[in-house]
């Protein structure tokens, strides 16, 4: 079955270090999406990417990173430079006017120890 | 941009009925989605109106008025599985492609 994998799924990060989550997907889907949940809060977009070789900035990019090297890859590395890092991150993906939107990987919770 | 509206928190009983409102202000509509989310886990797709009117699947329907920038998922015979968070979520013509959601809506039925 074809879906989009988030790995880890917890991570713990000390503080001052970047980490990247993963995000992959075999849908063969043009785009991918970063999204940021706080508690009681909706998603922010990070970043986003609708080509390969191609990201742009969503509303929430200070601190944060991507690259789209393949269609089916969309790394997100949080840097030292991002504030309060501490969230849930969930990545999405696409394809144009798709009736049901994005399809969601399950998500990673990353803690700032 | 858009500006996506909907309540912070709703609370309604086993076996009732909740009607969750989403506004929301855009350019270029080009189609609105309702998602359900559970703690801690990713959203899932429950609907999607482009055009007026009703749209039904099962214990759940949504509502769409172009004109007035207005849709609502009902929730018919509610089960305690159905606390969770709903969130609206609309596609502009600008960019066919990206989704804007709403803060969610966090239903909590009780027994």
């Known amino acids: 079955d074809g879906g989009i994998t988030q790995s880890p799924k917890y991570l713990f990060r000390k503080e001052g270090q970047n980490v990247t989550l993963s995000c992959e997907q075999n849908?063969?889907?043009?785009?991918m999406y970063w999204y940021r949940q706080d508690p009681g809060q909706g998603l922010r977009l990070i970043y986003y990417?609708?080509?390969?070789?191609?990201?742009q900035k969503g509303d929430i990019a200070e601190g944060y990173s991507v690259s789209r090297e393949k269609k089916e890859s969309f790394p997100l590395t949080v840097t030292s430079a991002q504030k309060n890092p501490t969230a849930f991150y969930l990545c999405?993906?696409?394809?144009?006017?798709?009736?049901?939107?994005?399809?969601f990987g399950s998500g990673t919770r990353l803690t700032v120890v | 941009g858009q500006n996506i509206d909907q309540p912070t928190e709703m609370t309604a009983t086993e076996g009732a009925i909740v009607q969750i409102n989403c506004t929301y202000q855009?350019?270029?509509?080009?189609?609105l989605f309702w998602y359900q989310q559970h703690a801690g886990e990713a959203p899932t797709f429950l609907s999607y109106?482009?055009?007026?009117g009703l749209e039904e699947k099962g214990r759940f329907s949504s509502f769409l008025s172009r004109s007035k920038g207005y849709s609502y998922l009902l929730l018919k015979e509610l089960q305690m599985k159905d606390s969770a968070s709903y969130l609206c979520?609309?596609?502009?013509?600008?960019?066919?492609?990206?989704?804007?959601f709403g803060a969610g809506t966090t239903v909590t039925v009780r027994a």
């Open positions: 999405a993906s696409t394809n144009r006017g798709r009736n049901y939107g994005y399809t």
């Open positions: 849908l063969n889907h043009d785009a």
């Open positions: 990417s609708q080509i390969v070789n191609d990201f």
């Open positions: 855009t350019s270029g509509f080009n189609g």
């Open positions: 109106n482009v055009l007026d």
């Open positions: 979520a609309v596609r502009d013509r600008s960019n066919d492609y990206k989704l804007s």
